[in-house]
């Protein structure tokens, strides 16, 4: 059953974060579909404006609609990640998710704001929440690449100030994550002070993302590399334990991206290594989806959102 983010967010905050998966064919749908039956969790199936180009945004939408009727126990949100204006109205347009990411925290404050408020007023006269960033987080997003010394980190007073003027239903934040494999040089480590500081500032209750905090897992990185890959050594993600404790401080949906990248390099790559006579795609595609299920229940568990299903039904009245 598809609901709206925001309603998602208001039972778990402060008690568990659920896990937002980037999708863009049929095997990550449905992987992510199995993972939450299995794990008894909700998700948030989120697409970014480059999955769109390169399947369709009817295509994604038919596929998500198709994956709810094969597993209607689901509780899931479809939400638009990293978007642009432009991508912003054709999801508003296409009436299909509960829930979009205006993305302008490449611009100076005041254009971030005027863009946010814009996308706000008319999202909150269709239902659909939405999601801002302010701060940069650097790596590859869905927009463009944004190198270290562009990122910033994001202000806490500044952070209450957007709230107050955009009317956004919840924050993206930069405390030192970063999109991509490479996330961090030396000691990987998230400013959590800074979070503690911006969800003191913000009203009770009010929803925190995490954008690229993958754990980009050192086994995934040296089995891709012993089946030919040549990623570098240095590929690490967050820790746990940070993302349990960002938890409990206001961040109440952390995006899984990288992750599913890696999981879908490693199978293919040994596959087709151990394989070599092999061409149809679907065997190695049908391994991935049972990946990626297991992918979803461990982030799951780890994140405290399995066995909630339950729970949010009654507390959705679904």
């Known amino acids: 059953m598809r609901v709206a983010a925001q309603d998602l967010f208001k039972v778990a905050y402060a008690r568990y974060a659920i896990g937002a998966y980037n999708v863009q064919n049929m095997e990550q749908i449905l992987g992510v579909f199995r993972g939450s039956l299995e794990a008894q969790a909700p998700v948030i199936l989120a697409v970014v404006p480059h999955a769109r180009a390169y399947a369709g945004g009817e295509m994604l939408e038919a596929m998500l609609q198709a994956a709810e009727k094969m597993y209607p126990e689901v509780v899931y949100a479809a939400h638009l990640d990293h978007g642009d204006e432009d991508t912003c109205w054709e999801c508003l347009a296409s009436g299909f998710y509960g829930s979009i990411m205006v993305d302008a925290s490449h611009l100076p404050f005041e254009q971030n704001v005027a863009i946010t408020r814009q996308v706000v007023e008319r999202a909150h006269r269709q239902g659909v929440s939405v999601e801002a960033e302010l701060g940069v987080v650097a790596g590859l997003e869905g ?106 401080l206001g961040v109440t949906k ?38 990626l299920a297991r992918l979803v229940v461990n982030k799951s568990q780890q994140l405290g959102s399995a066995n909630r299903l339950a729970e949010v039904r009654a507390a959705l009245g679904c």
């Open 143 to 248: 927009r463009s690449d944004i190198n270290e010394p562009q990122a910033m980190l994001t202000d806490p007073d500044q952070a209450a100030e957007f709230v107050r003027l955009t009317g956004c239903d919840s924050l993206a934040v930069a405390i030192g994550t970063s999109h991509g494999a490479y996330k961090f040089k030396g000691q990987p480590a998230l400013h959590l002070d800074r979070l503690a500081e911006i969800q003191r500032r913000l009203p009770p209750g009010f929803p925190l993302v995490l954008h690229g905090a993958s754990s980009v897992p050192r086994e995934e990185v040296e089995r891709i590399n012993a089946a030919g890959g040549r990623m570098n050594a240095s590929a690490r993600g967050v820790a746990m334990d940070d993302l349990r404790r960002a938890c409990q």
């Open 254 to 291: 952390i995006n899984v991206h990288t992750d599913a990248l890696l999981l879908w390099t490693r199978v293919h790559r040994e596959f087709f290594r151990d394989q070599p006579d092999a061409y149809d795609f679907r065997h190695p595609g049908s391994l991935y989806v049972g990946e």
